[in-house]
């Protein structure tokens, strides 16, 4: 089984910065891309950033210039540096990655969410 598990959220004024991270572990044989999603109430879940193994990168445009994702190949983890928050950015933030379990299997997996309050 793959487990993915997210910590750094929480509350933090207008202004400032996060980071949240994400480490996933168990039976993977390869991790193809990893990501970070946001689903603030009432929207629809939103793609934040994503990242390949080999770094190639896609941001949202509400967060270009702002948030940073980067990771740790070796530890399996992905980060996102999040700065100059806003409170817009109020969300619930979800790490998901793209693994292979087995070479004849590949599948989607995700965290439980992280929540990250931006106060005005």
């Known amino acids: 089984q793959v487990q993915l598990v997210e910590s750094g959220g929480g509350l933090v004024q207008a202004g400032g910065s996060l980071r949240l991270s994400c480490t996933a572990s168990?039976?993977?044989?390869?991790?193809?891309?990893m990501a970070w999603y946001r689903q603030a109430p009432g929207e629809q879940r939103e793609l934040v950033a994503r990242?390949?193994?080999?770094?190639?990168?896609n941001y949202a445009d509400s967060v270009k210039g702002r948030f940073t994702i980067s990771r740790d190949n070796a530890k399996n983890t992905v980060y996102l540096q999040m700065s100059s928050l806003k409170p817009e950015d109020t969300a619930v933030y979800y790490c998901a990655a793209d693994i292979w379990t087995h070479s004849w299997k590949r599948d989607d997996y995700w965290g439980q969410g992280t929540q990250v309050t931006v106060s005005s």
């Open positions: 168990g039976s993977i044989f390869s991790i193809n891309a």
């Open positions: 990242l390949t193994t080999s770094g190639s990168t």
